[in-house]
């Protein structure tokens, strides 16, 4: 029986063109792929094959070219083939050792004779992932405003998205609080395309990367000659933003000088630019941004009290992913979308390296998930991630659950990329090699179960008992045992 893609849909509409130079290759690959119900033709030219590629272009094609044809006849097919849209799957084939092989990113894999069934799955597979992309690709594109939601079902991000809700369509000033990485750009942006100002600028001014000196200029612009090197007039920022969104990002990194001019502005709407008596009036609205601590930057005279007042109308906190790793699997797959959508590949992963990604402490948060996904679609493009294909120190010392055995299993499951929940992989857990606490282990398994019955549950304690399938009473001591108490939002004990 063929494995199923991500979608759930059989491989049986896959279609396989088969340009090879010796018969009985193709009498060999031909009964493995109908074997696997693969709807395969052998095109005679590459005008038939350009045929037979449009003619079946609403299913995904794959093109399997031999390395032994002759120089001219395999450049023909490949400008057949590169003349087709969407444009198929092309998989190289070594007929016999020595082959020349094609020396081109646009191949998917090599394929060599004779080959295992599993060699073939696993092409077959990195072929339905690239068509998918493709499909995508040809699609309207969506609009980048899709990739700037702040995905995720854990409690925290429901709760951000509903404080975003209430305030976006305000003038109120939002001071956006959390750790680099955890996505404050991204709050900030649909802060803007849910307000009343989404139809004016959106600009953003990172506080922090532009020495102080300059930042006065980048705020608010400058005349010719205010200074050496200002061979022309130039417009500032808040100029730029005018009827929109300036979104002050790091606004903890601002020296002291700054912090003054920028209340100022706040406070009356006006300012002028370097090396003008000018006033100009500005109307924005403004968001800020900082992984810092400001009331403790205040008590160090790092920070203006005044200031902090003035922008913290309504902080937003962003808690770090480590404390919301049930948004981990909604995250993958958003990544996933963008790097298709920017057309720059694609990859799946197994529901088990999903789990393994949910263990890891993530300093680098959302950044570094993104960076992760990024590099694996480098490394297998097209292909299926498991466990053991992550970096190392995302699954070392973790007990993660046992990589599938590919020579017994046709494929290893997939991480659907419809729904808010992933797949689950029934396998044991595998024992790290340095050994593990098991008390602790299973004590902090007991509690991250706990907690997300509690989160499901709305934190009604009674309800959760019920996703636990434990006594009420039973899970109120566990409660008190891990120090779970009325402060944390529960309810019904």
């Known amino acids: 029986m063929m494995p199923e893609n991500p979608k759930g849909q059989s491989l049986t509409t896959f279609t396989v063109m088969l340009v090879l130079s010796d018969p009985a290759s193709v009498d060999y690959l031909q009964n493995i792929l109908q074997f696997i119900d693969c709807d395969v033709h052998v095109p005679d030219s590459p005008q038939d094959l350009k045929r037979l590629i449009e003619r079946f272009s609403d299913r995904p094609v794959s093109v399997f070219l031999s390395g032994q044809l002759p120089d001219q006849d395999r450049s023909s097919y490949l400008s057949a083939i590169n003349e087709c849209t969407p444009r198929p799957a092309l998989i190289q084939v070594q007929e016999r050792s020595g082959d020349d092989m094609l020396v081109s990113g646009d191949v998917l894999g090599t394929l060599r004779l004779p080959c295992h069934y599993d060699a073939i799955s696993a092409l077959m597979h990195k072929a339905q992932v690239y068509a998918e992309s493709q499909q995508h690709g040809e699609a309207p594109r969506r609009p980048l405003e899709l990739f700037r939601s702040l995905s995720g079902n854990s409690r925290a991000t429901r709760g951000i998205n509903k404080m975003i809700e209430q305030v976006a369509d305000t003038e109120a000033t939002v001071l956006i609080l959390g750790e680099s990485g955890t996505g404050k750009e991204v709050v900030a942006r649909k802060l803007h395309y849910h307000s009343k100002r989404r139809g004016r600028p959106f600009v953003p001014v990172n506080c922090g990367a532009i020495p102080g000196d300059l930042l006065e200029s980048e705020l608010f612009g400058h005349e010719k000659g205010a200074f050496t090197g200002a061979i022309t007039a130039r417009q500032g920022r808040f100029e730029l933003a005018e009827g929109g969104t300036l979104f002050l990002d790091e606004i903890g990194d601002m020296s002291l000088h700054m912090q003054v001019k920028l209340l100022r502005v706040l406070q009356e709407r006006t300012f002028e630019r370097v090396g003008s008596n000018k006033t100009i009036h500005c109307n924005v609205r403004i968001i800020a941004a900082t992984h810092r601590n400001l009331e403790q930057s205040i008590k160090e005279d790092s ?6 007042y003035r922008l913290n109308v309504f902080p937003i906190d962003v808690p770090p992913l480590r404390e919301r790793v049930e948004d981990i699997p909604v995250l993958v797959n958003d990544l996933i979308q963008r790097i298709e959508h920017e057309k720059r590949g694609s990859v799946r992963l197994t529901p088990a390296a999903v789990t393994a990604l949910t263990h890891y402490r993530w300093p680098g948060n959302v950044r570094e998930l993104a ?26 010392g973790i007990p993660v659950a046992a990589v599938v055995d590919t020579e017994e299993d046709d494929v290893l499951p997939l991480v659907s990329t419809h729904g808010d929940q992933p ?16 008390k602790v282990h299973l004590a902090n398994m007991e509690q991250s179960l706990i ?5 499901e549950a709305n934190g009604v304690v009674a309800h959760a008992a019920k996703k636990l399938k434990m006594r009420r009473t039973t899970l109120v001591e566990k409660l008190r045992k891990y120090g779970l108490q009325r402060g944390q939002e529960l309810t019904g004990l």
């Open 371 to 396: 960076n992760l996904i990024e590099r694996l679609a480098i490394l297998y493009p097209y292909g299926v991630v498991d466990v053991a294909d992550l970096p190392e120190k995302f699954r070392a």
């Open 451 to 455: 907690r997300q019955a509690l989160e």
């Open 423 to 438: 797949n689950t992989v029934s396998s044991m857990p595998r024992l790290p090699a340095e050994g593990i606490d098991l």
């Open 303 to 308: 920070f203006r009290e005044d200031l902090y």
